[in-house]
């Protein structure tokens, strides 16, 4: 099935594995990690953006509320409007693992694959990639971040019926990989 590592859960080393790679890809050069970067900045700098105002947004209360005045309750409608702006900011940029991944641009090879095996994929991983790579001309490193999650998925128990109903649909159309029944 796959290698355990330590103490580690199953599944779990599925996604330190692919972590692992990208790190190894980006210092090695094959792999720009700069379209990860931008999609971590952009969710930190809405985070930050969101907690100051906020910050502002309280204070700008508290003023209004002991000394009245127009120009606290303009800071107070400002601030909340900032800090709404910021939030919708905060849904339209998730930063998870697979966000990040989409925003590498270099497509995913057979060279990348043979890397990637070297740096201690788990075998099921690396066998659904090679029937992808043979089926695809071009895939996409989120292409091998989905195979990732729905490998660590069978390898944690979880049978295709069970897994989210919309994740599930979402990778077997981008894969198209061939209906098989957990063990």
Same mark, same amino acid.
């Given at each position: &099935? *796959?290698?355990? #590592? /330590? *103490?580690?859960?199953?599944?779990t080393e599925y996604?330190?594995?692919? !972590?692992?790679?990208?790190?190894?890809?980006?210092?090695?050069?094959?792999i720009s990690l700069e379209g990860m970067r931008r999609v971590t900045m952009k969710r930190n700098l809405a985070g930050t953006t969101a907690l100051i105002t906020g910050m502002t947004m309280v204070s700008a209360g508290a003023s209004f509320?002991?000394? /009245?005045? +127009?120009?606290? =309750? =303009?800071? =107070?409608?400002?601030?909340?409007?900032?800090? &709404? +702006? %910021? &939030?919708?900011?905060?849904?339209?940029?998730?930063?998870?693992?697979?966000?990040?991944? !989409?925003?590498?641009?270099?497509?995913?090879?057979?060279?990348?694959? =043979? #890397?990637?095996?070297?740096?201690?994929?788990?075998?099921d991983v690396i #066998?659904?990639?090679? +029937?992808?790579?043979?089926?695809?001309?071009?895939? %996409?490193?989120a292409q091998v971040h989905d195979v990732t999650w729905f490998c660590s998925r069978q390898a944690s128990g979880i049978a295709e019926s069970h897994l989210f109903h919309d994740r599930y649909t979402l990778i077997r159309n981008r894969l198209a990989l061939e209906s098989r029944r957990a063990g």
């Open positions: &099935m *796959s290698k355990f #590592r /330590g *103490s580690i859960t199953p599944g996604n330190e594995s692919l !972590s692992h790679f990208l790190e190894q890809e980006a210092r090695a050069g094959h509320i002991a000394m /009245g005045g +127009v120009m606290p =309750l =303009l800071t =107070l409608i400002g601030a909340a409007s900032a800090v &709404m +702006v %910021s &939030m919708i900011a905060l849904a339209r940029y998730p930063g998870g693992l697979f966000y990040q991944i !989409s925003a590498i641009e270099t497509p995913f090879t057979h060279a990348a694959l =043979l #890397r990637f095996a070297a740096s201690g994929a788990p075998e #066998r659904e990639l090679i +029937v992808l790579l043979n089926k695809q001309e071009h895939v %996409s490193y």
